[in-house]
T-cell receptor
């Protein structure tokens, strides 16, 4: 499984953009990069995923480096509801690691009013 | 829209008791998963079912059994509960393995 490195914690002010980085230098060519978040006392919530190109959805944007060894989750305007632990997870689409999400420590995002 | 439903939400057991955690999804997903989350830790995969009729071990399968009852339902059984199995258990489903997983709200299980 590809290993990931994320900052332990980050802080932001409400309505400001937030850039959450993730290093995944051992990622394989077929691994998708998924981002999940977990709000307090809730199950994880899917945020976004991509393979090579940058991706946008209603929740966030995902910028993937050209060499795919790192990615950045972008929350364009942070709200208090975005305070959560954010996980960057490469997913092997083949082999024996079928769909297995390996959750690391993630990044604790604090949003200040 | 219910998504992934887990029952019960809370449970307290004594050491040695058995219990089955239930999970059902209404999204017609093929794959289902069971995770556990210990305090301050990320989730760890216990078992998964890639499709109806198949189950496979994840990272921490010891002490658990699973049954994929049909396409909708995937249960997790603790045959003889131990204090080390005190945790929050999450069920998830996805259309296929590489697709986003949808999680339930969890079952908080304490074993005394």
């Amino acid at each position: 499984d590809a290993k990931t490195t994320q900052p332990n914690s980050m802080e932001s002010n409400e309505e400001e953009p937030v850039h959450l980085p993730c290093n995944h230098s051992t990622i394989s060519g077929t691994d998708y990069i998924h981002w999940y978040r977990q709000l307090p006392s809730q199950g994880p919530e899917y945020v976004i995923h991509g393979l090579t190109s940058n991706v946008n959805n209603r929740m966030a944007s995902l910028a993937i480096a050209e060499d795919r060894k790192s990615s950045t989750l972008i929350l364009h305007r942070a709200t208090l509801r975005d305070a959560a632990v954010y996980y960057c997870i490469p997913i092997d689409t083949g082999g024996t690691s079928y769909g297995k999400l390996t959750f690391g420590q993630g990044t604790i995002l604090t949003v200040h009013p | 829209n219910a998504g992934v439903t887990q029952t019960p939400k809370f449970q307290v057991l004594k050491t040695g008791q058995s219990m089955t955690l239930q999970c059902a999804q209404d999204m017609n997903h093929n794959s289902m998963y069971w995770y556990r989350q210990d305090p301050g830790m990320g989730l760890r995969l216990i078992y998964y079912s890639a499709s109806e009729g198949t189950t496979d071990k994840g990272e921490v399968p010891n002490g658990y059994n699973v049954s994929r009852l049909n396409k909708r339902e995937f249960s997790l059984r603790l045959e003889s509960a131990a204090p080390s199995q005190t945790s929050v258990y999450f069920c998830a489903s996805s259309e296929w393995g590489s697709q986003p997983q949808h999680f339930g709200d969890g079952t908080r299980l304490s074993i005394l």
